[in-house]
């Protein structure tokens, strides 16, 4: 790492983006999806911690885009076109949506981490963004870091080794 290059941290709920040589990383994605999208010529990349799949069962009228998957996405589609980058070129990288705890039950509304996957997946299919790499499922937790120069994502399980994607 140089003594210019920073990295941006983007906590759950969040969003951010980064333009190279700065890294931008995630930590605490178990059932959450961490969502990279990166225009690779233009050395931009932004980052999303989504918390859930959906905004539609929120009941505040003022609540946070960067949490639900379906308002998550948009938003930082948005913010990076905003900073130079180029919608037909933006690829996807995905990580997390982990299923944490194990229940006795088969209900829907417990698979969170399966649930925003699908969520997530959808949302940038409808924005003919593809998805290059993901590391999602499992029950492991995961920190993320995006590299906008290599267009690697480093992965690190709990008490796992790293790999990159």
């Known amino acids: 790492m140089n003594?210019?290059?920073?990295?941006?941290?983007?906590?759950?709920?969040?969003?951010?983006?980064?333009?190279?040589p700065d890294l931008i990383r995630t930590s605490g994605l178990g059932s959450c999806v961490g969502a990279v999208l990166y225009d690779s010529k233009k050395e931009i990349a932004g980052l999303s911690h989504v918390l859930l799949p959906d905004s539609s069962l929120t009941r505040q009228a003022a609540f946070n885009k960067y949490k639900y998957a379906d308002t998550a996405i948009p938003a930082l589609v948005e913010q990076l076109i905003g900073a130079g980058a180029r919608l037909n070129q933006l690829k996807a990288k995905l990580a997390g949506g982990a299923q944490m705890f194990q229940f006795t039950s088969n209900s829907d509304i417990m698979r969170i981490?399966?649930?925003?996957?699908?969520a997530v997946q959808a949302i940038l299919q409808e924005y003919?963004?593809?998805?290059?790499?993901?590391d999602v499922g499992g029950n492991s937790g995961r920190t993320i870091e995006f590299n906008p120069i290599t267009c690697k994502?480093?992965?690190?399980k709990v008490n796992k080794m790293e790999?990159?994607?």
Not at 5 to 16: D, F, L, P, R, T
Not at 113 to 118: A, F, H, L, T
Not at 153 to 156: P, T, V
């Open 113 to 118: 981490g399966p649930r925003n996957v699908e």
């Open 163 to 165: 790999y990159f994607i």
């Open 3 to 20: 003594d210019t290059q920073i990295i941006i941290s983007v906590g759950i709920a969040e969003a951010n983006i980064v333009i190279a």
């Open 128 to 134: 003919h963004i593809p998805v290059i790499s993901s």
């Open 153 to 156: 994502m480093k992965i690190r």
